[in-house]
Antibody
Framework: EVQLVESGGGLVLPGGSLRLSCAAS????????LHWVRQAPGKGLEYVSG????????IYAPSVKGRFTISRDNSQNTLNLQMGSLTTDDVAVYYC?????????????????WGQGILVTVSS | QSLLTQPPSVSGAPGQRVTISCTGS?????????VHWYQQLPGTAPKLLIY???NRPSGVPDRFSGSNSGTSASLAISGLQAEDEADYYC???????????FGGGTKLTVL
């Protein structure tokens, strides 16, 4: 059974940093691109970032480019998101999601499995 | 402002058919990129409902169907049931932003 479990969320001060992780199981981790999608309270889904299976390619939404860094550890089956210069606009539930089979990384992907999400709050 | 536009809400009575539109532009749906749909029940993570415009993952009832034409796509739900009450999101790729993009979401109310 595919499982994605996020961790690392919590309260951070404006301008601060936070590192999210997503532990994966139930599939060949290195064979799949993984992504982060967020949802502000009461709002819709927003694409954040993605990384290919080998970890050599990554993409970012304009709203987080230069502040967030995505990475993965294929030996530990873990996806990470290092978030910096956080503002109240970054307050959201962050989901990790797996790109489906037979999709081209960064183009025309869809997400077949999602984690339960983790809340990030930015407040003084 | 989402690059994909959805109506904020739709409603229908049990047994009826409803459609949810997703309007894009020449840099996403109109460029031929696939549209995918997700269902998000209250308090839960999104679930893939339709992929590549018309395909249903295993386990999704055939009451759900997708279509697209030009710069728009639609999700149709027939034989509405109370458990269909949820938020629905379309998703595609946008060549201008060079990332996946989501519609703003549509809240379906079953009357």
């Amino acid at each position: 059974e595919v499982q994605l479990v996020e961790s690392g969320g919590g309260l951070v001060l404006p301008g601060g940093s936070l590192r999210l992780s997503c532990a994966a199981s139930g599939f060949t981790f290195s064979s799949y691109a993984l992504h982060w999608v967020r949802q502000a309270p009461g709002k819709g889904l927003e694409y954040v970032s993605g990384i290919n299976g080998g970890g050599g390619r990554s993409i970012y939404a304009p709203s987080v480019k230069g502040r967030f860094t995505i990475s993965r550890d294929n030996s530990q089956n873990t996806l990470n998101l290092q978030m910096g210069s956080l503002t109240t606009d970054d307050v959201a539930v962050y989901y990790c999601a797996r790109a489906a089979d037979f999709t081209v990384f960064g183009v025309d992907e869809h997400f077949d499995y999602w984690g339960q999400g983790i809340l990030v709050t930015v407040s003084s | 402002q989402s690059l994909l536009t959805q109506p904020p809400s739709v409603s229908g009575a049990p047994g009826q058919r409803v459609t949810i539109s997703c309007t894009g532009s020449g840099s996403n749906i109109g460029a031929g990129y696939n549209v995918h749909w997700y269902q998000q029940l209250p308090g839960t993570a999104p679930k893939l409902l339709i992929y590549d415009n018309t395909n249903r993952p295993s386990g999704v009832p055939d009451r759900f169907s997708g279509s697209n034409s030009g710069t728009s796509a639609s999700l149709a739900i027939s034989g509405l049931q109370a458990e269909d009450e949820a938020d629905y999101y379309c998703q595609s790729y946008d060549s201008f932003s060079t990332t996946s993009v989501f519609g703003g979401g549509t809240k379906l109310t079953v009357l």
